[in-house]
């Protein structure tokens, strides 16, 4: 080619990627909960298989449940402990004892350890009997283990479930684990404990279920974001002036104190379940709604966090906490964190992300609270009324409201505090809200990991909150003591000020009844 002269390439047509609806799989289905007979299993495990029982998304003629744990009981033993625990489907009430009946013969129990091969063979043949019973082509099969365990276990049972109960070939079945928080107590566990797994699966395969992940209002977060056009242009650090994540809970540890003091508020809330919000409300728009798309936005976000100043974080215990004998008396484990992340990017720099959590506070709740910037040239001189905000209540009473000034009806020009609000229970009268489980266990069954945790993003979630842990942890940084039934400590009130927040006074969001 001489000089300036161009040449056209041939370029290859842009593929136009949708997302793919569920195509459903053939194969007999095996669902394994091991740790069968624990408070999880018969508290969100079995409830959550019986309502998707229930509403037909699995069938009795293509799937059976195993239960495995380390007690000595019959098939109906395990049965009739599951049973209380089966609450009626709305609706659904006349049928409920048939519907019960129905779903408690689909399990079978089997008693072994967790790390001998004795028993994983035992229930592999039990799983195989099943398959061989319903004609399925060998490697066709599906298997999932959930497993409702402790994490110290998970080693050993992942590699006897490699070793002794996995899908024998790969004609279209699969092998799947789900494994519960938490995921170790700093970078380091969490990284030997990813280690340990990921020896014996691959990614593809391992769904790190976070059920925060699942409720109604998370999973709308992406909606909300990215398929209004008046949330674009607003959501940024220009019109933003801070945002919320709060968790409050109205009792304390309730029994679990020697569990709870092992981990504390960090690690059992704020470095999961409220970190997976921030994600959600802070990630850039992915190319795809591919559960890698979306993954990666979200690790983007997680190496985005700042380190976190400890002139930023308010620590508190309430009184009592120590009365648990379960809990030492020089305990220095925190029930209640406030803390400021700053995420250092083009649309967030300079906007803190107020992050609260607490037990034993003075009520209930979970959301998100996104307080806008002061609207300049204030004519109406109505700033002291308190700043627009748009509030996601995660649970109870599920809603969204825009908090906004209005003209106060009558014939004086005077402005007040309301709200334009959709609250679900008014809205979606009739509809029922799935439990966050019943959604992350389909999405496992249809291999959809959007609503999981990466490996990646649980190191780089680790990164950012291991250095303030071992702080605590080493006494470095006390809690401030603080009343049950309060707002937790007043320097936490006092910090979230400090950072841009600004307080309502006089304006409380009132759930609408039907």
């Known amino acids: 080619m001489g000089l300036g002269q161009w040449s056209c390439e041939q370029r290859a047509p842009i593929k136009n990627e949708t997302v793919s609806e569920f195509v459903p799989e053939t194969g007999c289905?095996?669902?394994?909960?091991?740790?069968?007979s624990g408070d999880l299993a018969k508290k969100k495990t079995f409830p959550a298989l019986f309502h998707l029982y229930r509403q037909g998304f699995i069938q009795s003629h293509d799937v059976h449940i195993f239960g495995y744990a380390r007690t000595k009981i019959s098939d109906s033993d395990l049965r009739d402990r599951i049973r209380g625990y089966l609450t009626p489907c709305k609706g659904c009430e006349?049928?409920?004892?048939?519907?019960?009946?129905?779903?408690?013969?689909?399990?079978?129990?089997?008693?072994?350890?967790?790390?001998?091969?004795?028993?994983f063979r035992l229930l592999d043949k039990a799983i195989s009997e099943y398959e061989l019973s319903k004609n399925t082509t060998e490697g066709s099969s599906r298997r999932l283990f959930y497993l409702a365990l402790p994490p110290s276990v998970y080693p050993p049972v992942c590699k006897m479930i490699k070793s002794y109960c996995m899908n024998k070939s790969d004609l279209g079945g699969w092998t799947r684990i789900v494994v519960e928080k938490p995921f170790g107590k700093d970078l380091a566990s969490a990284e030997e404990?990813?280690?340990?797994?990921?020896?014996?699966?691959?990614?593809?395969?391992?769904?790190?279920?976070?059920?925060?992940?699942?409720?109604?209002?998370?999973?709308?977060?992406?909606?909300?974001?990215?398929a209004n056009r008046f949330f674009l242009p607003l959501w940024n650090r220009d019109n933003i002036s801070n945002i919320q994540i709060v968790f409050r809970e109205d009792f304390g540890t309730e029994?679990?104190?020697?569990?709870?003091?092992?981990?504390?508020?960090?690690?059992?809330?704020?470095?999961?379940?409220?970190?997976?919000?921030?994600?959600?409300?802070?990630?850039?728009?992915?190319?795809?709604?591919?559960?890698?798309?979306?993954?990666?936005?979200?690790?983007?976000?997680?190496?985005?966090?700042?380190?976190?100043?400890?002139?930023?974080?308010?620590?508190?215990q309430y009184e009592g906490y120590t009365d648990d004998p379960t809990v030492p008396d020089d305990s220095n484990t925190p029930t209640?964190?406030?803390?400021?992340?700053?995420?250092?990017n083009e649309r967030w720099e300079g906007v803190p992300f107020i992050i609260k959590a607490g037990k034993a506070l003075n009520s209930r709740k979970a959301e998100i609270r996104v307080q806008f910037k002061d609207v300049p040239g204030d004519i109406y001189?109505?700033?002291?009324?308190?700043?627009?905000?748009?509030?996601?209540?995660?649970?109870?009473?599920?809603?969204?409201?825009?908090?906004?000034?209005?003209?106060q009806p009558g014939l004086e020009m005077?402005?007040?505090?309301?709200?334009?609000?959709?609250?679900?229970?008014?809205?979606?009268?009739?509809?029922?809200?799935p439990e966050a489980y019943e959604r992350l266990i389909l999405d496992t069954i249809r291999g959809d990991q959007q609503h999981f945790v990466r490996r990646d993003e649980l190191k780089a979630a680790w990164e950012i909150f291991t250095p303030l842990l071992?702080?605590?942890?080493?006494?470095?940084?006390?809690?401030?003591?603080?009343?049950?039934?309060?707002?937790?400590?007043?320097?936490?009130?006092?910090?979230?000020?400090?950072?841009?927040?600004?307080?309502?006074?006089?304006?409380?969001?009132?759930?609408?009844?039907?």
């Open 29 to 36: 289905l095996s669902i394994i909960v091991l740790g069968a």
């Open 255 to 316: 029994g679990r104190g020697g569990y709870f003091d092992q981990y504390g508020i960090i690690r059992d809330i704020i470095q999961n379940h409220l970190l997976q919000v921030l994600c959600l409300v802070a990630m850039e728009k992915p190319v795809s709604l591919k559960p890698e798309h979306v993954r990666d936005e979200k690790v983007k976000v997680l190496q985005s966090v700042l380190p976190i100043e400890d002139s930023e974080v308010v620590l508190g």
């Open 336 to 344: 209640f964190a406030t803390m400021v992340l700053r995420i250092h």
């Open 94 to 119: 006349h049928t409920h004892e048939e519907d019960v009946t129905q779903f408690l013969q689909l399990i079978k129990y089997v008693a072994g350890a967790y790390d001998t091969e004795e028993g």
């Open 381 to 407: 001189k109505c700033q002291k009324q308190g700043r627009n905000e748009f509030v996601i209540r995660l649970q109870p009473s599920e809603a969204m409201y825009m908090k906004l000034t209005v003209k």
């Open 193 to 226: 404990l990813s280690a340990q797994i990921g020896e014996l699966f691959d990614e593809p395969q391992i769904y790190r279920i976070d059920h925060y992940l699942g409720k109604e209002l998370v999973q709308n977060l992406m909606v909300l974001r990215f």
């Open 470 to 514: 071992h702080r605590i942890d080493r006494g470095e940084m006390k809690p401030l003591s603080y009343k049950t039934g309060s707002r937790g400590p007043e320097a936490a009130d006092k910090l979230a000020e400090d950072v841009g927040y600004v307080q309502t006074h006089g304006y409380i969001w009132i759930p609408p009844t039907l």
């Open 414 to 433: 005077k402005t007040a505090q309301s709200e334009l609000d959709l609250s679900y229970g008014q809205r979606y009268q009739g509809t029922i809200i």
